[in-house]
């Protein structure tokens, strides 16, 4: 049997803190009438660079061994899981474009992305 508990403080990281159209995609110097825009049409403003910290980073590994010796081989089953308590660790966050909301200012949400929850396993082996 064996297990590891794995920590780690938040990595440092940049995130927009704001973005706004493009001046030269509206029309008429009217802001609330805005033409059809891309993503390359939005400037976006860093405050500070590595500015935010992401969450911890912590999670438990188990795993079990039995081994059973044959004739001319020993043959291995493992079984066990990865961050065993589905802790939803944050892989990178990123905020979204904004909208334009009826107060001409741009409305700001931050999104946390997250990688392997809860990951099983099941191994064979043979050793000659």
Known sequence: MGGVFLF??????TIIDQSYIDPL??????PAIVL????????????????????????MDIGVNFKKPKKHFIRTWSFGAYN??????????????G????????EKRVY??????????LRYSIKF
Do not use: C
């Open 8 to 13: 780690s403080s938040g990595i440092n990281t």
């Open 25 to 30: 995609t509206v029309i008429n110097g009217d």
């Open 36 to 59: 059809e825009y891309y993503d390359s049409d939005l400037i976006r403003n860093f405050e500070v660079r590595n500015g935010y910290q992401l969450p911890s980073y912590h999670r």
């Open 84 to 97: 065993a308590y589905n802790r939803k660790n944050a892989f990178y966050i990123y905020s979204s474009q």
């Open 99 to 106: 909208k334009f909301i009826d107060t001409g200012l741009w």
């Open 112 to 121: 946390q992305v997250t990688m392997f929850p809860i990951l099983p396993y």
